[in-house]
């Protein structure tokens, strides 16, 4: 079992910057992907980036691509999203995910079996 607990949401205007983090209880973190994902009102939950267990793979959507970053420190748990040069589109709530194996697609919601309570994001023009 693993739980998940983020931080970092918040009303930014367009062009800032974010760090999302994500902390999980649990000896086993570091034998997890994590994944983020993320829900704008109205809309359906959509893949943004994911990280193998060891954090020398990462994946991004093309959306976010050049502009967020994931990353994480097992020492401490925990996996982060770097969100650079924020946009009003990125608004969104977004959620953390662990996966128990790194596979193709990261990008299916159905690959991960824990999730975050979401953090709300909002960037204004």
């Known amino acids: 079992q693993v739980q998940l607990v983020q931080s970092g949401g918040g009303l930014v205007q367009a062009g800032a910057s974010l760090r999302l983090s994500c902390a999980a209880s649990?000896?086993?973190?570091?034998?997890?992907?994590m994944g983020w994902f993320r829900q704008a009102p109205g809309k359906e939950r959509e893949f943004v980036a994911a990280i193998s267990w060891s954090g020398g793979t990462t994946y991004y959507a093309d959306s976010v691509k050049g502009r967020f970053s994931t990353s994480r420190d097992n020492a401490k748990n925990t996996v982060y999203l770097q969100t650079n040069s924020l946009k009003p589109e990125d608004t969104a709530v977004y959620y953390c995910?662990?996966?128990?194996?790194?596979?193709?697609?990261?990008?299916?919601?159905?690959?991960?079996?824990?999730w975050g309570q979401g953090t709300q994001v909002t960037v204004s023009s």
């Open positions: 649990g000896r086993t973190f570091s034998s997890y992907a």
């Open positions: 995910a662990a996966a128990r194996s790194w596979g193709h697609p990261m990008s299916s919601r159905t690959r991960y079996d824990y």
